[in-house]
């Protein structure tokens, strides 16, 4: 099915099949780094909103490790790969998020930031009782079977993926300030910054996906499928339809 500019409004309809009266339903929404899950997230949270329905976004980037202790175990290098995030963290997340809409304890996530490419220390975020949370991430599906109410996987051709991963690079870069971590590349010339992206999704990203983000796409419900300048291509229902 062709989703054009309407794929939101199209997940919103599958969405609302998988509500749960006086619960929370979780949206697990998987698929590469750079792929635009975050972009696609916030428009079925806003497109939630607006017939009524209260959702919200977290992204399991809250659930990696602090930086010390993947220094410390020797996972800088695969910061993104499954064993760099807290998972037994994130899953307890889900099972409390989805309790009950009229819980009291309070749910928080941990704070991540781009800026500082580190979870931010002691900084957590509350999350209300609320109809839908819209989880997305790279691991969204694969660290939380049996845990949410429907899979998506937002997908697209390799060629396009890592094009996507260096633009995003040397925007990071472009706008970055001295103390974040993409300031060490700003005064390189802009050939050498697409370098270092280009190596960096080729030796970290590149393998993660194919080893461990791709095998994800089974446990999806809805496939979709993107083309060239971020254009929604297509719609692939796996199950999703109630």
């Avoid at 909103?49 to 990696?64: C, K, M, P, Q």
């Avoid at 989880?135 to 051709?157: F, K, M, Q, R």
């Amino acid at each position: 099915m062709s989703a054009g500019p309407d794929v939101a409004a199209v997940l919103v309809d599958w969405v609302v099949g998988r509500l749960r009266p006086r619960a929370t339903a979780v949206v697990a929404m998987a698929g590469p780094v750079a792929v635009g899950k975050s972009t696609l997230a916030d428009l079925v949270a806003a497109s939630l909103v607006e017939r009524g329905i209260g959702a919200e976004v977290v992204s399991t980037d809250g659930f990696l490790l602090p930086g010390a202790v993947l220094a410390a175990r020797g996972l800088m290098e695969r910061k993104g790969f499954p064993e760099s995030y807290d998972v037994a963290a994130l899953r307890a997340f889900c099972a409390a998020v989805r309790d009950t809409v009229d819980r009291t304890a309070p749910v928080t996530v941990p704070v991540y930031s781009h800026e500082t490419y580190d979870v931010v220390p002691g900084v957590h975020h509350p999350v209300g009782p609320i109809d839908v949370v819209v989880l997305e991430g790279v691991n969204a599906l694969s660290a939380t079977p049996g845990c949410t109410d429907l899979g998506v996987y937002v997908d697209a051709p390799l060629g396009l993926i890592e094009e996507w991963f260096v633009q995003r690079f040397l925007r990071l870069v472009d706008g970055a300030d001295a103390m974040s971590f993409y300031g060490r590349f700003a005064d390189l010339v802009p050939g050498a910054q697409k370098e270092i992206a280009r190596s960096v999704y080729r030796s970290v990203n590149l393998p993660n996906l194919t080893e461990h983000i791709a095998p994800s796409r089974d446990l999806a419900d809805v496939v979709v499928v993107k083309g060239a300048d971020h254009t929604w291509h297509e719609i692939v229902d796996r199950g999703a339809a109630p």
